[in-house]
């Protein structure tokens, strides 16, 4: 058990909606990062939180957003969604992000698992 | 961040060690080298790191060659879990440092 919550599980919906999935992170962890997993992408990094402010960005589509809350946990917001949207949704959390924090490991959840139908 | 080369799939006997190499020549001074491991779509697990030394922890060890261009994970007694993807990642030790995963290497543990 990594520690990293994430909910729900497993989600289907329908083409054009709207979905949050949500991480908690462990304990004492201030950064989090979302992670999307499709079968012919690979795991792909989308974006990443320290302390409640956006500290980094990478593929992430305009129809997704993120943020982080004062108590650490996140959430992703997926929106118009697409089948294409349809691949795990992993978060990780770590101890800090800011020099020298290359030495701590991310620790991840076992995702949420996306089906758009 | 360096980009890594791992080979695409690796056999290993129940019991025997698996060694699983990656290359990372283009590693700079501040950057660590991870692995990761990921068990059937479960959430990647993370295995071990290191900078310049080897390291050694409950799961594996991580050998790095001494100009830090290669590095080799051992798993000293592979067992039918441990069959799963594989990463190595060169990771940076600034700010805005998330792991970047490429392709893995499958390893697969046999009776």
């Known amino acids: 058990d990594s520690g990293v919550t994430q909910t729900p599980k497993h989600l289907i919906t329908a083409t054009g909606q709207r979905v949050t999935l949500r991480c908690s992170p462990r304990?004492?962890?201030?950064?989090v990062y979302w992670y999307q997993q499709s079968l012919d992408q690979g795991l792909q990094f989308l974006i990443q939180?320290?302390?409640?402010?956006?500290?980094a960005k990478g593929n992430i589509l305009e129809r997704f957003s993120a943020q982080q809350f004062p108590d650490l946990h996140s959430e992703l917001n997926l929106s118009s969604l697409e089948l294409g949207d349809s691949a795990l949704y992993f978060c990780?959390?770590?101890?800090?992000?800011?020099?020298?924090?290359?030495?701590?490991?991310?620790?991840f959840g076992n995702g949420t698992r996306l089906t758009v139908t | 961040d360096a980009k890594t080369t791992q080979p695409p799939s690796m056999d290993c006997a129940e019991g025997r060690a698996a060694n699983l190499p990656c290359n990372h020549s283009?590693?700079?001074?501040?950057?660590?080298v991870y692995w990761y491991r990921q068990i059937h779509s479960q959430g990647p697990q993370y295995i071990i790191h290191?900078?310049?030394n080897n390291e050694t922890n409950e799961m594996a060890s991580l050998i790095i060659t001494e100009d830090r261009k290669s590095s080799t994970l051992i798993l000293p007694h592979a067992t039918l879990r441990d069959t799963a993807v594989y990463y190595c990642?060169?990771?940076?030790?600034?700010?805005?440092?998330?792991?970047?995963f490429g392709g893995g290497t499958r390893l697969m543990v046999k009776p």
């Open positions: 990780a959390s770590s101890v800090a992000v800011a020099q020298g924090a290359g030495n701590s490991p991310l620790h």
């Open positions: 290191g900078l310049k």
């Open positions: 283009t590693i700079s001074g501040n950057e660590y």
């Open positions: 939180y320290y302390n409640g402010e956006e500290r």
């Open positions: 990642i060169v990771r940076g030790g600034n700010a805005g440092n998330m792991l970047t």
């Open positions: 304990s004492g962890d201030l950064s």
